[in-house]
């Protein structure tokens, strides 16, 4: 059975370079890409992912909000958090 992903990044071209590392794997389904945390949530309002990839720092709800929300309303969702600071 394949694993059904999320991505959230607000760059696109994070999003893009983990699809391109994946798209070897048949199972893992890439099956979303937000912006931003309001987009996974609205995803999530009737859709299900057992993984989200999701990057800490995002406009309009970050990945840490975002990750609370996610595990109120789909406690069996894991979330990986990643970001990348200047300093």
């Not at 959230?8 to 699809?19: F, G, L, M, P």
Request: hydrophobic share 45%.
């Amino acid at each position: 059975m394949a694993t059904h992903l999320i991505l959230a990044d607000d760059h696109s071209v994070v999003t893009e370079w983990v699809k391109l590392m994946l798209q070897y794997n048949p199972e893992i389904n890439c099956d979303f890409e937000a912006r931003n945390g309001l987009q996974v949530l609205d995803y999530l309002l009737s859709n299900k992912a057992d993984l989200i990839l999701m990057d800490l720092e995002m406009p309009e709800m970050n990945g840490i909000k975002c990750a609370e929300k996610v595990v109120e309303l789909n406690p069996e969702t894991k979330v990986i958090a990643f970001t990348h600071y200047a300093e």
